[in-house]
């Protein structure tokens, strides 16, 4: 069982979500919507739900969860590395570390008696505080660092001191191309392909739906217009050897129709080339529990119900189900 890091316990989950809220503006562009990604993926209820379970196996058929949600199952040191901070973790980790022994977490929880700073506000400083020690430390402009540091802070919440202190950062993946600057990597994700000499003449566009900014590979064509299920599918390699998620293409889907969860992705690039949310999308997502819907383009999505007109940077998550089946009876009522 995960024992979460008790100097964390204070904040709640909407501490968390309100500190990232915060301290979104102050992040670079590059990493905004990662981090909101990010959170999205590894959603503390979740995490709480199994760190307090007797039984993780009947946890995981209640919620209906197929993959790999826990930050503590070998992912404390890989699962933000799509984020362009991840480049910087090994620093987040010495600065979390150093800043998160139990004599300042003690110092932390009497100085909000005291001054009756609200939670939130001394998240945001705890963040603010590890970012800067990073910045520091890798010379890089704090902004670079904010989204990574708050997830450097959420993973220990998650996880607990022991096994973030034991993972061990060497099995860091650099981030590929390891050269390039963060404006850099924003314009990648804005630029559509070319449609060649005479692409003037083609009735219907050609695109890319990029799933790891990591690999050069890790892309398929699609058609302007098609839903990213559909071109996904038309990705003829082979991905069943992977989890069983993985049936046709990259991206896991069973029904397409908004039915059974499987779906759900990031939008790291490319927000504003896909369709906006309509009604029912909007509503599933709030069913599955995965986000509240704010945005006429929210940062996740349900590709078999999101189609494109352009390049698009997505990320696919490590596991799905039905986490809103953790909500009390009765908000789960309204959503429905
Ligand atoms: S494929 Fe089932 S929800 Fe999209």
Same mark, same amino acid.
């Given at each position: #069982?995960?024992?979460?890091?008790?100097g964390?316990l204070?904040f709640s989950?909407?501490?968390w979500?309100?500190?990232l809220?915060?301290l979104?503006?102050? #992040?670079?562009?590059?990493?905004?919507?990662?981090?909101?990604?990010?959170h999205?993926?590894?959603?503390?209820?979740?995490?709480?739900?199994?760190?307090?379970a007797t039984?993780?196996?009947? %946890?995981? &058929?209640?919620?209906?969860?197929?993959?790999?949600?826990?930050?503590?199952?070998?992912?404390?040191?890989?699962?933000?590395?799509?984020?362009?901070?991840?480049?910087?973790?090994?620093q987040?980790?010495?600065?979390?570390?150093?800043r998160?022994?139990?004599?300042e977490?003690?110092?932390?929880?009497h100085?909000?008696?005291? %001054?009756?700073a609200?939670?939130s506000?001394?998240?945001? $400083?705890?963040?603010?505080?590890?970012?800067?020690?990073?910045?520091?430390?890798?010379?890089?402009?704090i902004?670079l660092?904010?989204?990574i540091?708050?997830i450097?802070?959420m993973t220990?919440r998650?996880?607990?001191?022991?096994?973030?202190?034991?993972s061990?950062?060497?099995?860091? #993946?650099?981030?590929a191309?390891?050269? @390039?600057?963060?404006?850099?990597?924003?314009?990648?994700r804005?630029?559509?392909?070319?449609?060649?000499l005479?692409g003037?003449?083609?009735?219907?566009r050609?695109?890319?739906?990029?799933?790891?900014?990591r690999?050069?590979?890790?892309?398929f064509?699609? %058609?302007?217009?098609q839903?990213?299920?559909?071109?996904?599918?038309?990705?003829? &390699?082979?991905?069943t050897?992977?989890?069983?998620?993985?049936?046709?293409?990259?991206?896991?889907?069973?029904?397409?129709?908004?039915?059974?969860?499987?779906?759900?992705?990031?939008v790291?690039g490319?927000?504003?080339?896909?369709?906006?949310?309509d009604?029912?999308?909007?509503?599933?997502?709030?069913e599955?529990?995965y986000?509240?819907?704010t $945005?006429?383009?929210?940062?996740?999505?349900?590709?078999?119900?999101?189609?494109?007109a352009g390049?698009?940077t997505?990320?696919?998550?490590?596991?799905h189900?039905?986490?809103? @089946?953790?909500?009390?009876?009765?908000i789960?009522q309204i959503l429905?």
């Open positions: #069982m995960t024992v979460p890091d008790a964390l204070q989950a909407p501490d979500s309100s500190t809220d915060a979104l503006p102050e #992040m670079h562009v590059v990493d905004r919507d990662a981090t909101r990604i990010w999205a993926f590894y959603p503390l209820a979740l995490a709480d739900a199994y760190a307090a039984d993780a196996a009947a %946890l995981t &058929r209640r919620l209906r969860i197929d993959g790999n949600p826990s930050l503590a199952a070998g992912q404390i040191d890989a699962s933000h590395g799509f984020l362009y901070g991840h480049r910087y973790w090994p987040v980790k010495a600065a979390v570390l150093a998160l022994g139990p004599a977490a003690g110092h932390y929880t100085h909000a008696i005291e %001054l009756g609200s939670a506000a001394l998240l945001i $400083d705890r963040v603010r505080r590890v970012a800067a020690d990073v910045a520091a430390e890798a010379r890089v402009e902004g660092v904010t989204g540091a708050f450097g802070l220990r998650q996880v607990g001191a022991d096994a973030f202190h034991a061990t950062a060497a099995s860091v #993946m650099t981030p191309p390891a050269g @390039r600057s963060p404006e850099a990597v924003v314009a990648r804005a630029r559509d392909d070319r449609q060649g005479l003037f003449l083609r009735t219907t050609h695109y890319r739906v990029m799933f790891d900014e690999r050069a590979d890790a892309a064509p699609l %058609l302007a217009g839903h990213l299920t559909t071109a996904s599918a038309n990705d003829t &390699r082979d991905y050897h992977g989890p069983r998620r993985f049936q046709e293409g990259p991206i896991p889907a069973q029904c397409r129709s908004a039915t059974c969860s499987t779906c759900w992705v990031g790291l490319g927000r504003d080339k896909v369709s906006a949310i009604a029912y999308e909007t509503r599933r997502l709030h599955f529990g986000i509240q819907v $945005d006429e383009r929210p940062f996740i999505r349900l590709a078999c119900q999101t189609r494109a390049n698009v997505i990320v696919i998550p490590p596991w189900g039905l986490v809103s @089946r953790l909500l009390p009876d009765p789960r429905r």
